[in-house]
């Protein structure tokens, strides 16, 4: 398998795979990219519109980016399909992450250049590095909204049994 990718490329990909969806087409994916996380995100006007990913790969990441920005705008629970006239307004990014490292201590969690995955019993969150750039949240308000996005309370990060994963990511958007 070919492990290089180009931002450009992923982009582009993602764009066709939504105008793919509206026309019916079907297409040969190369294997390519290697195995990476990654996550497809929509915005429309600056406003999350949509966005799904995987923490670690689960086949090659076109063909990964392919399926995800399908998803993103058909299956995220938090947003209607994406309609057709839509198309032309939303905006697609494409973040590649790194692979996962266990902390043992929030001192090593560095806002703004670390995603954070928290897990606390069956639950789990994730935010990808730039949601504090854009927020301009504090570590402590990352955190928290973290433990309410997983659906546990403001302060669950403070948890002993509370288990956190960092990672990278690298973006590529249209814009």
Same mark, same amino acid.
């Given at each position: ?36 996380? !990654? ?90 590095? /730039? ?8 570590? /402590?308000?990352?955190? !928290? !909204? ?30």
């Amino acid at each position: 398998m070919d492990t290089s990718y180009d931002g450009r490329e992923l982009v582009a990909l993602a764009r066709e795979s939504l105008e793919d969806h509206f026309l019916g087409r079907s297409r040969q994916l190369p294997d390519k990219g290697g195995m990476h996380g !990654a996550f497809v995100t929509l915005e429309e006007d600056g406003a999350l519109r949509g966005c799904i990913g995987y923490m670690q790969g689960v086949e090659s990441l076109y063909r990964q980016v392919y399926t995800l920005a399908r998803e993103a705008a058909f299956s995220d629970w938090r947003f209607p399909p994406l309609g057709e006239d839509e198309l032309a307004k939303v905006t697609v990014k494409v973040s590649v992450l790194s692979a996962m490292e266990t902390i043992g201590s929030l001192d090593d969690f560095v806002l703004g250049r670390d995603g954070i995955l928290m897990t606390l019993g069956s639950r789990r969150a994730v935010f990808l590095p /730039e949601v504090a750039l854009e927020t301009g949240w504090s570590k /402590e308000e990352e955190l !928290a !909204a973290l433990s309410r996005k997983a659906g546990l309370p403001p302060d669950a990060w403070k948890s002993p049994d509370a288990l956190f994963q960092t990672f990278t990511s690298e973006v590529f958007s249209e814009v």
